[in-house]
T-cell receptor
Framework: AQTVTQSQPEMSVQEAETVTLSCTYD???????LFWYKQPPSRQMILVIR??????QNATENRFSVNFQKAAKSFSLKISDSQLGDTAMYFC???????????FGKGTRLHILP | EAGVTQFPSHSVIEKGQTVTLRCDPI?????LYWYRRVMGKEIKFLLH????????ESGMPNNRFLAERTGGTYSTLKVQPAELEDSGVYFC??????????FGPGTRLTVL
């Protein structure tokens, strides 16, 4: 069975700093997708970034980038120049190719401090 | 374009009562998913509809949970009778294909 582990339940950083959220996963699959979702307080969960396992290049979306290490089964999220609006719960997630079940980690609550 | 909507946003009921949660997916999305997050635990998959058909209901915890999607548009998730351990946040998501899923804001269910 696949599992996703986020080892940091909560983090705080100052505005404008760079922060890295950790995620590891366990699977015997070779083809899959990895995601980072963000849920701001009292708002809905939105997709931050998506990575296909067959792509070696790390995905980036503006200030958000990932460090995907397939052999190590690691998928960390880096937020550069953090902003107050980045305060949210961040979920790392996994989905097998040709499957529809997303498997989530427990989440990391990130606080950006002014 | 409107996102996934869920109703109600909060529901507080007593053990043994019935509750029905509703999800309206993004228009045109054939795939609809239900997930649940129990306090302190991971968000877990419950089931997947393709149009009005249940594609995968392997995550449904027991027969007290009934999901429907009549007409392939909105979906309801009924819990009858509710138990204390059913408390949590119920998320709905939709997708136009078997790719990125777009989530709703969730319904927070509290069973007393």
């Amino acid at each position: 069975a696949q599992t996703v582990t986020q080892s940091q339940p909560e983090m705080s950083v100052q505005e404008a700093e760079t922060v890295t959220l950790s995620c590891t996963y366990d699977t015997s699959e070779n083809n899959y997708y990895l995601f980072w979702y963000k849920q701001p307080p009292s708002r809905q969960m939105i997709l931050v970034i998506r990575q296909e396992a067959y792509k070696q290049q790390n995905a980036t979306e503006n200030r958000f980038s990932v460090n995907f290490q397939k052999a190590a089964k690691s998928f960390s999220l880096k937020i550069s120049d953090s902003q107050l609006g980045d305060t949210a719960m961040y979920f790392c997630a996994f989905m097998k190719q040709r499957d529809d079940k997303i498997i989530f980690g427990k989440g990391t609550r990130l606080h950006i401090l002014p | 374009e409107a996102g996934v909507t869920q109703f109600p946003s909060h529901s507080v009921i007593e053990k043994g009562q019935t509750v029905t949660l509703r999800c309206d997916p993004i228009s045109g999305h054939d795939n609809l998913y239900w997930y649940r997050r129990v306090m302190g635990k991971e968000i877990k998959f419950l089931l997947h509809f393709v149009k009005e058909s249940k594609q995968d209901e392997s995550g449904m915890p027991n027969n007290r949970f009934l999901a429907e999607r009549t007409g392939g548009t909105y979906s309801t998730l009924k819990v009858q009778p509710a138990e204390l351990e059913d408390s949590g946040v119920y998320f709905c998501a939709s997708s136009p294909d078997r790719g990125t899923q777009y989530f709703g804001p969730g319904t927070r269910l509290t069973v007393l």
